[in-house]
């Protein structure tokens, strides 16, 4: 039986340093086709340069065959940037802006149109990648996008540009259907018009739930481990520290007792160094997976009756704020933890070695924990979100 449908427009802008991102993009929305499309009635479409535009020649510019070839025909404008900014145009410093001027002109002529732009914050490989003309370009730009009050995010790599993509996009097409209650444009389809976009594993409601368990379960034993060992290397330290005193007691302290203690130090940092950098991977991967597999979770409550739906995101709501509680002194005592061993005094060749490859394991897990602290906080954004809608 036909159905109506509604078609969402997307066009992502960018510039050519983001071909693997620009990817991703047209996977996160063939995955939200299947989990979010299919239980709206709506269809996601992505318009890109590569796939709806052609070479060709024009009397103006190149960069007008890309305007004409996608028109102004979608409802959201997704920008991505990272280390260059593009090639000057016409009437703008790069395509990109150009295409975001454009997407903002319509905005401020009230048309219903959502705008969605992300900066790389990833540093480059080596300093020969950085070209401070270029990144002065962007910073110009960030201010262009406060001043037109553009609220942008950021990403640190592909993973985390996903998960902001499965938050964002269905928030802002709920946006574009509370602005207009008329639908302007509708395809009529086949109930099985999803039919060729299907997730890697065909999972249900239970099955995103065990899954997300499964993950949390495995991040949490990681990070218990990595406090266990953090517990054991402060008391060890705490031996050898007093070792050193009572060596130091001596008129004439053996220099060589005092090497090898300085070793053994090193070996006992090192161990510690190689656990974080261990159970840092497993920390962060199983955590980001749990967030995305959340997500699903949540979306697939949907056709739940109203009363179970609410009590479902309430209760996944109460156990994830839970969990958040306790990541801000996670990274509070690490912080403290990698200013102590800055801190150390340069004693011994070993021993130097030993605290600059810690102080990397730490700033890397550091890193990560914030990382987790924003997927939790925009988890917790989106399930409030949903509940605000049920009210």
Known sequence: MAKNVTKYCVFLGSPSDLEEERLEVENVIKELNVIYGNRNNLIIELLKWETHSAPGITESYTQDIINKDIGDDYDIFIGLMWQKFGTKTNVANSGTEEEFLNALERFENKENIQVLFYFKDKSPLSLADIDPEELLKIKKFKNILKKKNVFYGSFNDSDELKTNLRLHLPKRIDNLINNSKIIDDFVVIDN????????????????????????LANSTEALTKINESTNNIAEEMGKKADEIQRIAQYPNPNKNLIIELFKRISKIMNDYSERIKLENVVFYNNFKDAMDIGLKYINSMEYLDKDQYKENLESTLEATEYLQENIPSAIKGMSNLHNSVKSLPNLQSNLNASKRGLDKQLEEFIFNLKRVNNLTNEFINEIKYKLSRLE
């Open 192 to 215: 099985d018009i999803n039919s060729d976009l299907v997730l890697e594993d065909d999972f249900g409601l239970f099955d995103y739930l065990l899954e997300f368990e499964r993950l």
